[in-house]
C-alpha cells in the first residue's frame, strides 16, 4: 500500500517556496518608495554584507535569475575569440538553452566528468591549442559549486584545477547556484573557497535556498566590474526595482540564515541517501556531499514512483535526481522512503 505522497517534492530545490524571513523582507522592503537599478538603501547595505562576507571589497551585481547571472558572468571574462573549458553535466551546456553560445557567441568546451567536476588533467589537455590560429582559444574555465552532480569541490581540488586554468592564463567563473550548499558541506568561510582561491567571478544563488528569485554576480576582479556593469544592463539582467532582490538577500545572510537552510537541506539529502542505501535494487551514483541523491533504479519503478510523487530521470540510463531544499521535512523524506520500499521493494 502506497502512502500519500510527501508533502514537498523531491523533484527540484527550486519547487520549493520562500522562507518566511524573506517574505518578511519582501513586504518590508515594498515600504515607501526607493531609487531604482540598485541605488537604493536596502542594495547598498547587501554590498556592505558582501565585503564583510568575501572579507574583502567585491562588486556585487543583482540579475534576475541564474542562466542571466551566468551569461553576464562569463561575458565579462572573453575575448570574442575564446570559449569556455566546463563538463558535459554543467548547468551552462545543458539546462540553459545554448543561451551562454547565444550571447557570448563563444564555443562551450564541455568536457566528460563522471561527477560533474573538471580535473587539472581535463583542463591541461585544452591548453595545447593556446596560441594555434586554428583553434578556438580556452579564455576561462567554469565550474559548478556544488556541481549539477550533487558533488562538491573541496578547497584543494579547487586550488589544483584553478593553478591548471591560471597555468594557461585562463580567467574563473563558479556557477554557485547552489554555493550554500557547498558552503555548508565544506565547513568553511565561501570566501575559502572563491576569491581566496582564485575565482575571478562568482554566481551567487538565492532562489534554491528560500528566495523567490534573484541571483548575485559578485566580480572579484575589479577590473571587470565596470564591464559587468554594462553587459548586465545589455544582458536584460539588470532590475528596476532591485531592493527586492537585495532585500531578500540580506534576509539570508543575516544570522547565517543561508547556511543554517542549506545545512538543513544537506542533512534531509544525507537522511535520503542513508534510507536507500539498504535497498538492493537501488544503486546511488554519486556522494551525497550537498542537497541531491542521483541513482539508478529498476526501470519498471520509476514511472510508478514519479506518478506518485514527481522527480526528474537524469544522465545516466535509469537514474534518477531527487533533490532537497531548506523546506524539506524529516517526515516528508519519511514518506518518500516508504513510497520506495513499497514501489522498487515490494
Ligand atoms: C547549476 C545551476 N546553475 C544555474 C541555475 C540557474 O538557472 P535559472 O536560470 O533557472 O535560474 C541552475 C538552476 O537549475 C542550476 O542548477
Redesign the pocket.
Known amino acids: 500500500m502506497l502512502p500519500m505522497p510527501p508533502k514537498t517534492t523531491f523533484a527540484s530545490d527550486?519547487a520549493s517556496g520562500v522562507s518566511p524571513e524573506v517574505m518578511q523582507a519582501l513586504v518590508a522592503a515594498n515600504a515607501g518608495y526607493s531609487i531604482a537599478y540598485g541605488d537604493d538603501g536596502f542594495t547598498e547595505e547587501l554590498r556592505s554584507e558582501m565585503n564583510t562576507l568575501f572579507r574583502q571589497e567585491v562588486s556585487t551585481f543583482l540579475a534576475w535569475?541564474?542562466?542571466?547571472a551566468?551569461v553576464v558572468a562569463l561575458q565579462s571574462l572573453l575575448q570574442p575569440w575564446q570559449g569556455v573549458v566546463c563538463t558535459q553535466s554543467s548547468?551552462i551546456n545543458v539546462?540553459?538553452c545554448g543561451a551562454p553560445e547565444r550571447f557570448l557567441g563563444s564555443k562551450l568546451i564541455d568536457l566528460p566528468s563522471p561527477d560533474a567536476k573538471l580535473t587539472p588533467d581535463l583542463v591541461t589537455a585544452q591548453l595545447d591549442v593556446l596560441g594555434v590560429v586554428h583553434h578556438v582559444q580556452p579564455g576561462a574555465i567554469s565550474v559548478?559549486q556544488s556541481t549539477?552532480y550533487g558533488t562538491v569541490y573541496s578547497v584543494k581540488e579547487l586550488q589544483t584545477v584553478i593553478a591548471a586554468a591560471h597555468a594557461g592564463g585562463l580567467r574563473v567563473h563558479m556557477?554557485g547556484?547552489?554555493v550554500a550548499n557547498a558552503a555548508a558541506s565544506l565547513g568553511c568561510s565561501v570566501a575559502d573557497f572563491t576569491c581566496a582561491v582564485g575565482v575571478d567571478v562568482l554566481?551567487f544563488?538565492g532562489?534554491?535556498n528560500g528566495m523567490a528569485y534573484g541571483?548575485a554576480i559578485i566580480v572579484f576582479d575589479p577590473e571587470l566590474a565596470t564591464a559587468v556593469e554594462y553587459l548586465q544592463k545589455q544582458s536584460a539582467q539588470l532590475p528596476s526595482k532591485m531592493r527586492y532582490i537585495s532585500a531578500q538577500f540580506s534576509a539570508l545572510l543575516k544570522n547565517d540564515l543561508w547556511l543554517i537552510q542549506a545545512r538543513h537541506a544537506n542533512a534531509m539529502a544525507q537522511l535520503l541517501a542513508d534510507g536507500v542505501a539498504g535497498i538492493s535494487k537501488i544503486q546511488i551514483t554519486q556522494p551525497t556531499q550537498a542537497n541531491a541523491v542521483f541513482a539508478i533504479l529498476p526501470p519498471e519503478s520509476i514511472p510508478k514512483l514519479q506518478a506518485w510523487s514527481p522527480f526528474y530521470t537524469w544522465e545516466r540510463e535509469n537514474e534518477v535526481r531527487w533533490m532537497t531544499s531548506f523546506a524539506t521535512q524529516e517526515s516528508d523524506v519519511e514518506t518518500f522512503l516508504e513510497g520506495i520500499h513499497a514501489i522498487v521493494d515490494g
Open positions: 527550486n535569475g541564474g542562466t542571466g551566468n548547468h539546462d540553459e559548478t549539477e556557477d547556484a547552489r554566481s544563488g532562489t534554491k541571483e
